[in-house]
């Protein structure tokens, strides 16, 4: 029984060396196929608000213990900024469409008045919109020295920030934020 056996895996292993050799000689096996080097990290886009895709698509560099904590510290950041501002501005939305709904026009006013003059400081046009292009700012501007709170309940000073509202600092530093949507 033992030669047996020590012959059914001589013959098993002549068999995988002899189908190895042959798919080697013909070419069928591709090999092995590269691999994507570490240090490509896809962050979160700096100069825009994030969209469903934006989140799927952060790729992280990996370290010795797994992913490098700044990078997902900062991703992580940003979101929880976006999505305190999307509901803030939804709560304020809100409270205006319920304030118009109840005959309070007035309030309602107050409430876009103070939404549109919160939006990056943009002017407001006449009729109550904002301006439909982007809106150069001045430096002289109180908007440019004024300080407003972040997500993380501190403040950040406005003027390290550019007309649009987003951090002049590269995406890839630590607590760069941008401002979300408008409106």
Known sequence: MGQLLLLLVVALTVAAVVFGVTVLVTGRDPGLVPVEPD???VPLPGGRPLAEPDIGGVRFDTALR???MDQVDQALRRAAYDIGYKSELIGVLEAEVAALREGRTAEADELRDTRLASLAGAPVAADGTPP????PADADSPADTATTPDAGGGTEEA??????????????QPDAVVRSETA
């Open 159 to 172: 003027g390290d920030t550019d007309d649009a509202g987003t951090d002049r600092r590269p995406a890839g």
């Open 132 to 135: 439909a292009g982007p809106v």
């Open 66 to 68: 797994g992913y490098r």
């Open 39 to 41: 240090g490509r990290a």
